[in-house]
């Protein structure tokens, strides 16, 4: 039987699995519309930000080693070009 994770992975040939991954810095920030919070995270050893919205604020998972599924998205901010991963789901492990 198939996790939930590896039935996402199969259906979505562009996710990506990363698991018990370190979380060295977490930030929430409120978006302009003020309903939706805007969490970024940064895993050890990884220099690319994870960016996820939820519209309440959560406990800091600084430290905390999580299991993330995330697709690779470039944002464009002032004509150059970004890295970012935009995650679909997030769990400690």
């Known amino acids: 039987m198939k996790s939930e994770k590896e039935k996402l992975i ?7 699995q990363t698991d018990n991954a370190k979380v060295v810095s977490h930030v929430q920030r409120e978006e302009k519309d003020g309903e939706w919070l805007r ?4 895993l050890e050893g990884i220099d690319v930000p994870f960016i996820y919205r939820r519209k309440q604020k959560y406990q ?4 905390a080693r999580v299991n993330i599924t995330y697709y690779r998205h470039i ?12 995650v679909v789901r ?4």
């Open 75 to 86: 944002e464009e901010v002032a004509g150059i070009e970004f890295e970012t991963m935009k």
């Open 39 to 42: 969490h970024t995270i940064m």
């Open 10 to 16: 199969a259906k979505h040939s562009q996710l990506n």
């Open 90 to 93: 997030i769990k400690r492990s």
């Open 60 to 63: 800091s998972l600084v430290g």
